[in-house]
């Protein structure tokens, strides 16, 4: 016990916080409303039907109107339209949230370690810094999904680019592949994924350039934007 303890310590003490959040914070019975009209949790099945077939024109908003890259998110609400099968909207509405507080957070300390030479103590100020930074308040408090989504899949997608870096098995290859496609969600304004995108794009290759393994970032790249051609395409 103590020495799993040792050896996870940073991991305990930013769980244990972000389970008192959480457990402060859960409201039973309500849904999450956000500085947006991007819900799929209140129509999934209808969300993923326009996405599929109507993703250019959004002839349900007024007279209708140009899409932006709403169809990135469909990947999403897939997963909300499974989900509505057997779980209340009020648990996947705000599911959601608590679980992008908690990838986005863990994600970032993980990948400080990583870029700061494995150590755990980098691990844990990089998951306290993120968690209690002005912007963790500022997206949670107001929610808008773009923001929510690059806040806790940037760091997510940066941690498996960076491992996969480190180590190019299949295995981490396909998880980068499969975190990516959470990352469609901050493409709902394609601006905001350029961004995200770019700050993954430097650090790994500053990271891929120190530790020389350039070809490998390539390839890592490359895996990354794969989910994303059919709407960038």
Same mark, same amino acid.
């Given at each position: 016990m103590l020495s799993f303890i040792k050896k996870h310590w940073p991991l305990i003490f930013i769980g244990f916080i972000l389970a008192i959040i959480l457990g402060l914070n859960l409201h039973p019975g309500k849904l999450v409303l956000g500085n947006d009209n991007f819900s799929p949790e209140l129509n999934p099945k209808l969300t993923v039907i326009r996405s599929f077939f109507n993703p250019a024109w959004r002839d349900n908003r007024v007279l209708g109107i140009p899409s932006d890259s709403e169809q990135a998110d469909v990947w999403r609400t897939l997963i909300f339209w499974l989900g509505s099968q057997f779980l209340p909207t009020w648990i996947i509405s705000q599911g959601y949230l608590f679980l992008t507080l908690v990838i986005g957070v863990i994600s970032m300390g993980k990948s400080v370690r990583l870029l700061t030479g494995d150590s755990r103590t980098s691990e844990f100020f990089g998951s306290l810094l993120y968690l209690f930074s002005p912007i963790t308040i500022w997206i949670y408090f107001y929610p808008v999904h773009? %923001?929510? +989504? +690059?806040? +806790? %899949? /940037?760091?997510?997608?940066?941690?498996? #680019?960076?491992?996969?870096?480190? #180590?190019? =098995?299949? =295995?981490?290859?396909?998880?980068?592949?499969?975190? #990516?496609? %959470?990352?469609? /969600? +901050?493409a709902l304004t394609a601006t905001m994924f350029i961004t995200t995108s770019l700050t993954i794009f430097a650090l790994t290759f500053i990271h891929s350039l120190t530790n020389r393994h350039i070809k490998t970032w390539f390839i890592t790249i490359l895996i990354y934007l794969l989910p994303h051609l059919f709407w960038i395409l």
């Open positions: 773009l %923001f929510v +989504a +690059a806040y +806790a %899949f /940037t760091p997510l997608v940066l941690w498996m #680019s960076l491992r996969c870096i480190h #180590s190019p =098995t299949h =295995t981490n290859k396909l998880l980068l592949l499969l975190v #990516s496609l %959470f990352m469609g /969600t +901050a």
